[in-house]
């Protein structure tokens, strides 16, 4: 069974930083694409960066300059380093993954979410 785990989250004032991670466990033979998706109150989901298993990563324009995806493909981990934080990247933060396991393809996987609340 695989599983992601996200940890990190918290409450930070304006301006601060925080760093979340993803762990994938489990039965897993590679991992494609990792995201970091968010989820605002009374928003829909939206992707905030990827990582392709290569190191090439994107942005959400919203967040350019300001966060940071790696990934470290031996310990099947992604970090999201998140700088000037502001009141608007208020949200749950999901880690996706695109595994191959035991089902012989790749599958989505999702965790089940961390709450960054930026607040002063």
């Known amino acids: 069974q695989v599983q992601l785990v996200e940890s990190g989250g918290g409450l930070v004032q304006p301006g601060g930083s925080l760093r979340l991670s993803c762990a994938a466990s489990?039965?897993?033979?590679?991992?494609?694409?990792m995201a970091w998706h968010r989820q605002a109150p009374g928003k829909p989901r939206e992707q905030v960066a990827y990582?392709?298993?290569?190191?090439?990563?994107d942005y959400a324009d919203s967040v350019k300059g300001r966060f940071t995806i790696s990934r470290d493909n031996a310990e099947n981990t992604m970090y999201l380093q998140m700088n000037s934080l502001s009141p608007e990247d208020t949200a749950v933060y999901y880690c996706?993954?695109?595994?191959?396991?035991?089902?012989?393809?790749?599958?989505?996987?999702w965790g089940r979410g961390t709450q960054v609340t930026v607040s002063s």
């Open positions: 996706y993954a695109d595994i191959h396991s035991y089902t012989g393809r790749y599958l989505d996987y």
């Open positions: 990582i392709e298993r290569d190191g090439s990563t």
């Open positions: 489990g039965t897993i033979f590679g991992i494609r694409i």
